[in-house]
Structures are given as structure tokens and as C-alpha cells.
């Protein structure tokens, strides 16, 4: 994720704010989750040491999940890129197949006849994601999200968040 810079005094910051990790990358976790539909049995993470007070330890850093499943995923996350860069980049490798997606507007698939989609908007699955929340409430009480892996998904945060304040 080439999430730009924030100055350090933008709430964003604060404990109001949470820091970067834990306010901004928990959907990335809950992103993993999703598509290993596995549990996640080991988190590591490391951050670069800030040589200048220009960036927090939480701006810059790499975390890594391996699940249940045999899956290893990895959360590259950095204030250091430019923004003429895509903010969002992932890239899943399956069964001979890959799969990228940039910013949410571009998706390719390599390795099979399927095209790859381009919008010109960007969907992060907000808008549905509030209208199947809605429709749980009204209807069953259930989200279409598993409990388990809401759960997982802050777990995962909270264990990166650890990991990259050791000293």
C-alpha cells in the first residue's frame, strides 16, 4: 500500500486516530482473511526506525500472516512513495494463475482466457458492503461477514501494531 504521507500531527496520529495500522490497513487484513478463508496461525512484522521526525514507526512497514491453510500473505505499507504511483496494489498468486488489482479500477488475471476489468471509478465495496449490513438487520440479524473473521481481522492489527513498536 503506497498510503503517502500525513504529517505527524494530523489526527489521523492521535489515539482518537489510532496510528495507520490499526485506522487504516485492518481492511487489507480483513482482505486476507476473506480470500485464505483460513485462520491465521503466525503474524510477524517490522517497521523501519525513522531517522527524522518527518515519519512515525507505524507509517512504514511490512507484515506478514501466514494461515491455517498454508497460505502466506504480506502487507507492504509505506508513506514513503510517490502518489503518482497507485495507492493500493495486490497481487495473488494461485495454481498457476495472477491475479492484480491497482486502486481498485484495474484488475488483470493472467493464466487463464478470462479479460481483465478497468473502471474508471474506483469500488473498495463500501456502498455494498452498508447495503448488506442493512439488509442483515432488517432481515436475519446476520452479516455476511463471519463474526470469526471481523475478530481475526482486528487481531491481526493489534498484533502487527505490537510488533512494529518493539524497540
Known amino acids: 500500500m503506497n498510503a503517502g504521507y500525513i504529517p505527524l500531527d494530523h489526527w489521523v496520529h492521535t489515539e482518537e486516530g489510532s496510528g495507520r495500522n490499526i485506522g487504516e490497513t485492518c481492511h487489507i487484513y480483513d482482505l486476507f482473511t476473506y480470500l485464505t478463508g483460513s485462520k491465521v496461525i503466525d503474524v510477524t512484522a517490522h517497521a523501519i526506525t525513522p531517522t527524522t521526525n518527518h515519519y512515525s514507526r507505524h507509517d512504514n ?9 498454508g497460505s ?32 481498485y479500477q484495474k484488475r488483470d488475471i493472467v493464466g487463464v482466457k478470462a479479460k481483465g476489468i478497468q473502471s474508471k471509478t474506483m469500488d473498495k465495496g ?6 448488506m449490513f442493512a439488509q442483515a438487520i432488517k432481515q436475519s440479524g446476520e452479516c455476511a461477514i463471519p463474526l470469526w473473521q471481523q475478530v481475526q481481522a482486528m487481531e ?9 513498536y518493539r524497540v
Open 61 to 69: 512497514f511490512v507484515a506478514t500472516m501466514h494461515f491455517e491453510d
Open 72 to 103: 502466506v500473505a504480506t502487507l507492504t505499507y509505506t508513506a514513503l512513495g510517490s502518489n503518482k504511483y497507485p495507492k493500493e496494489q495486490m497481487e495473488v498468486y494461485v495454481d498457476g494463475k495472477v491475479l492484480v488489482m491497482n486502486d
Open 126 to 131: 463500501q456502498k455494498q458492503e452498508l447495503e
Open 156 to 164: 491481526i492489527a493489534f498484533d502487527v501494531e505490537k510488533l512494529i
